[in-house]
């Protein structure tokens, strides 16, 4: 099994839908979480940071931990096309030397 | 922002050849990454670095090495190219604790 598992979709809504995206993990000792877009043929570029349990908001993203069930969510509000990319889970410890275990990745298409 | 930049966004390489991916980072972080990514595999850890002549195997070292002799600069060596290294490369970095990875645009790799 692996520590950290995503579905790869691919996943497609249409434009204006709510998104939600998930990782579950299974190593209790992940502490920081992060959310990676990346667009074809690009590298992946940083979305959101939590440390620990909650949420954050940030314009139409959010990002949602809930460490008692090891589950992160990624929600995208009034989804665009300009946000058909792969979204990429990772998480991290304080003991893994500032390493990130990533997810596979979910591909995202928005139509028009 | 911090920028990572990768020498070649496409390379073409024969089987056999010694191959040199380069990296520079602008933002002065200690840790810097090799990563390999490929379809239904995500994001698998070649080599790290967390300071200068420092190396630390990830979870796919077999076949590279690497060469930090400059703290901005991460090489990634192949030391005889095979078929089976054909992938996107990414470099990244980042500062010292668990904080984000910052990603270059990729090396597309093609071993003929």
């Known amino acids: 099994q692996k520590e950290v598992e995503q579905d790869p979709g691919p996943l497609s809504v249409p434009e204006g839908a709510i998104v939600s995206l998930n990782c579950t993990y299974s190593n209790s000792a992940f502490q920081y979480f992060m959310w990676y877009r990346q667009y074809s043929r690009k590298g992946p570029e940083l979305l959101m940071y939590?440390?620990?349990?909650g949420n954050k908001e940030d314009g139409r993203f959010t990002a949602q931990v809930d460490k008692s069930s090891k589950y992160i969510s990624l929600f995208i509000r009034d989804s665009q096309p300009s946000d058909s990319a792969t979204y990429l889970c990772a998480m991290t410890s304080y003991n893994q030397g500032g390493k990130l275990i990533f997810g596979q990745g979910t591909e995202l298409s928005v139509k028009p | 922002d911090v920028k990572v930049t990768q020498s070649s966004r496409y390379l073409v390489k024969r089987t056999g050849e010694k191959v040199f991916l380069e990296c520079v980072q602008d933002?002065?972080?200690?840790?810097m990454f090799w990563y390999r990514q490929d379809p239904g595999l995500g994001l698998r850890l070649i080599y790290f670095s967390y300071d200068v002549k420092m190396k630390e195997k990830g979870d796919i070292p077999e076949g590279y090495s690497v060469s930090r002799e400059k703290k901005e600069r991460f090489s990634l060596i192949l030391e005889s190219a095979s078929t089976n290294q054909t992938s996107m490369y990414l470099c990244?970095?980042?500062?010292?604790?668990?904080?984000?990875?910052?990603f270059g645009n990729g090396t597309r790799l093609t071993v003929t």
């Open positions: 933002m002065d972080h200690e840790n």
């Open positions: 939590t440390y620990s349990s």
């Open positions: 990244a970095s980042s500062t010292t604790g668990n904080s984000p990875l910052h």
